[in-house]
């Protein structure tokens, strides 16, 4: 695994034997330069429009700007990189030095762990195979890796649909605004089982854990687990795991 600083970033559109060796100073800058010219632009790379300002909501997981560090399906780690996720175009929106903003294919990307815009908490969301045949689009769509044990794992998979304004008409919704609407969905994936989706509650954690019941049922009690969240899920799940 080959890990790369930021400006990295920007030059691994290119042949992958050109990103073994990094320029720098002058030479990395005028890379840089290159990149930003639509001509020299890969498919994997696209400057990005303000298309949806006025839309009420975000197409974003996080509206501000983090900090990232991704995986590439070249095998290569850029860390320290400024990022949103786009979840409505299921694209990785980043910024370079000059303070353009590009997209990154889902298919030029395993998973990338990102940082709130205060730092203080990571988020994980990696292409998860096993929940493939119960979902659109698998092949690019990035889970969020809620816990990841030696017996179960649970995801979270983001989608936001846009809804348009609706105000005229004798069956109008009185919307008068175009808006982003949050579709989360939650996957249970249990070894030696077939993954499920999932909604939260203490009825289906005990079902899903039913091998178990009377142990994590009385966990739930004791620690006075809320099974309809999802911190109330992962807790279970971790107590679980270590049985």
Do not use: C
């Not at 030696?150 to 809804?163: A, D, E, G, I």
């Not at 982003?180 to 009825?203: A, C, M, N, W």
């Amino acid at each position: 695994m080959i890990k790369l600083t930021l400006v990295g970033l920007f030059i691994f559109v290119a042949p992958l034997a050109m990103a073994q060796n990094i320029p720098t100073g002058t030479a990395a800058q005028q890379n840089l330069n290159e990149l930003g010219d639509a001509n020299n632009i890969s498919g994997m790379v696209m400057t990005y429009d303000q298309r949806y300002e006025g839309v009420k909501g975000s197409p974003f997981f996080f509206n501000k700007w983090g900090r990232a560090t991704i995986h590439t399906s070249g095998n290569f780690i850029f860390d320290n990189v400024p990022l949103k996720y786009n979840v409505y175009e299921n694209v990785v929106q980043f910024q370079k030095g000059d303070g353009k903003t590009y997209l990154l294919s889902p298919n030029s990307i395993d998973s990338f762990v990102l940082k709130d815009s205060l730092g203080a908490s990571s988020y994980t969301f990696k292409k998860v195979p096993e929940i493939s045949g119960l979902i659109d689009n698998p092949s690019d769509r990035f889970a969020l890796i809620l816990h990841e044990g030696k017996k179960t794992m649970m995801v979270l998979l983001p989608k936001k649909s846009l809804v348009k304004a609706d105000f005229k008409g004798g069956y109008s919704a009185g919307r008068t605004f175009d808006e982003f609407v949050s579709e989360d969905s939650y996957y249970l994936i249990k070894q030696g089982q077939d993954p499920q989706k999932i909604k939260l509650s203490k009825r289906n954690l005990l079902e899903a854990l039913q091998d178990k019941q009377q142990q994590v049922q009385a966990f739930i009690g004791k620690q006075n687990i809320d099974a309809n969240t999802e911190k109330g899920w992962v807790q279970t799940l971790t107590f679980y795991d270590g049985l």
